[in-house]
């Protein structure tokens, strides 16, 4: 064991020279040898607890991105060849895999062929088959769904399990791809002959990514799922999936677990019924009034108490921002993106020691106008008691002139 444990902080500190290069502008050629000679006989496993120990000692998440590219080069000569591990046919995992083999198709099929053809093209002839490529980008963004529901359904059970480091890292992967594609899309819709070149290239770019990601997820992601997670985690997933949606394809088979004959139960508080009331300041409700009542407001909820653990949110029929049941006992920064993971603390930091009382942004989401606010909830003695977030689609708001009395209401 000692062993180990030595070889293991030799590899660290080898790792922590590499980023430290990698930072003052060396290129992945010039460091990989380096990380070759290391990792001859490390498992993917090994990485994971390197990388989240170089976090636990203050290695910025955005520094260890930086590291994906060569250890992914690395892995793929060691991995590239070893068959995946077989699933039933349904299961979450077999979902993702089926999607990254769309992506795959997608990509060579479909892509490539016309960004070659794009890439011969005249000026004259450029801007039509721009347009085509808009149309296969805009397919490719449905690789936005797949990390979603990584990000929002898989990371949580990792970090209750104790491994935080690949799934943040691997969410500020996904960002740069999302970024990535964003641009091409826009060059693409918005295209001039002399963009041509940056477009090329940005789209290759885009594939590029999303290829390393469909590896990284297959031959590293994966096997640690498939090691960690059990079989209720997996239909846990399942079952939130829909909500989020799938990319580029609908799956057709529902999985079960083993043994199990019938839908697992829906989350309910089987320790109450109809009959009993929860008592306000105000009035009485059943739990069921109330869960309908959150459920038919005009505006999303979700509440973080003050440990920064989400505890609730409401599940309106057509929600701005998606909550799966996943996020529940969840720290709320490991909900967002590391990019955004300082301004989410700084809002909270801000409302729960007094310095404002509420905070609010607005931005505009295709049709939508999301308002969204934050509140500090507090008790008559003035105890923090956690945070509101209330979003709230104003567009329809912003149209209304005039005046509707109750008595035009024609009843």
């Not at 990535?180 to 590029?208: F, G, N, S, W």
């Amino acid at each position: 064991m000692s062993e180990l444990i030595n070889n293991r902080e030799y590899r660290k500190q080898i790792i922590k020279g590499i980023l430290l290069d990698l930072h003052r502008g060396k290129s992945v050629e010039e460091v990989k040898p380096r990380f070759d000679a290391i990792a001859g006989d490390m498992e993917p496993a090994e990485l994971s607890l390197i990388e989240q120990s170089l976090i636990d000692e203050g290695i910025k998440v955005s520094e260890i991105q930086n590291l994906c590219d060569v250890h992914a080069a690395v892995f793929k000569e060691a991995l590239g060849g070893k068959p995946d591990e077989a699933v039933p046919q349904g299961h979450p995992l077999d979902i993702y895999r089926d999607e990254n083999q769309a992506l795959e198709t997608l990509i060579e099929e479909e892509i490539n062929p016309l960004l070659e053809e794009f890439k011969a093209s005249s000026p004259e002839r450029s801007a039509p088959l721009a347009l085509r490529l808009a149309e296969k980008l805009n397919l490719l963004w449905d690789v936005d769904k797949h990390y979603s529901r990584k990000e929002n359904l898989i990371f949580p059970f990792l970090e209750n399990y104790g491994i935080t480091a690949p799934p943040k890292v691997m969410w500020g992967v996904d960002d740069e791809i999302r970024a990535l594609l964003k641009d091409a899309k826009h060059l693409a819709l918005h295209y001039r002959p002399a963009d041509q070149k940056q477009l090329i290239a940005k789209t290759e770019k885009t594939i590029e990514q999303i290829r390393e990601m469909i590896f990284k997820e297959s031959k590293i992601l994966f096997p640690m799922l498939l090691e960690t997670l059990s079989e209720n985690d997996w239909l846990t997933i399942q079952e939130d999936s829909d909500q989020i949606g799938y990319c580029l394809i609908e799956p057709q088979i529902n999985w079960k677990p083993a043994g199990q004959n019938q839908e697992a139960a829906p989350a309910a508080l089987t320790s109450r019924n109809d009959e009993e009331y929860v008592k306000f300041a105000t009035g009485v409700l059943t739990p069921k009034e109330i869960e309908h009542i959150f459920n038919h407001l005009p505006i999303d909820i979700t509440f973080v108490d003050k440990e920064g653990i989400v505890k609730f949110f409401s599940a309106s029929q057509e929600r701005i921002f998606h909550r799966t049941k996943t996020i529940i006992g969840r720290k709320v920064e490991n909900c967002h993106p590391p990019t955004s993971v300082h301004i989410v603390e700084q809002i909270a930091a801000d409302l729960k020691s007094g310095k404002k009382d509420q905070e609010s942004f607005w931005i505009k989401m295709g049709n939508k106008f999301a308002y969204i606010q934050y509140f500090a909830v507090r008790d008559d003695q003035g105890e923090f008691l956690g945070i509101l977030e209330a979003t709230q689609d104003i567009q329809p708001l912003q149209q209304i002139s005039g005046e509707k009395r109750i008595m035009d209401s024609g009843c």
